[in-house]
């Protein structure tokens, strides 16, 4: 069985394993209402990745790292501190917005 989604909503986590990168065939990770400061370069062979939910995060930037992963969207909701480079933002693989726009989008 390959694993192409994975849901830690609430975990409380300050940090990824490393060993997240392993999940090559990853499509879908959720990390909303977690604790996350940075996202590891870990993420960066996930290459399979579409969708990545970050809502309600400690995050402060996101890495134009990003940008590597194909077709992946990022949905980044209650962050009010976080940063976005104006490369990731004129990708189009940042949304931003109120959780209705976001469940019409996905």
Excluded: H
Excluded at 58 to 85: F, G, K, M
């Amino acid at each position: 069985m390959i694993l192409t989604g994975l849901d830690l909503y609430d975990e409380n986590l300050t940090a990824l394993p490393p060993q997240i990168g392993v999940l090559k065939k990853l499509e879908k990770l959720s990390l909303r209402w977690n604790k996350l400061q940075t996202l590891p370069p870990e993420l960066d062979p996930l290459t399979n990745l579409e969708r990545l939910w970050l809502k309600n995060n400690q995050l402060q930037t996101l890495p134009d790292t990003l940008l590597d992963i194909p077709n992946v969207r990022v949905y980044v909701l209650c962050n009010p501190d976080l940063q976005v480079s104006d490369a990731l933002r004129e990708s189009g693989k940042f949304v931003l917005g109120n959780t209705q726009r976001v469940l019409k989008i996905v």
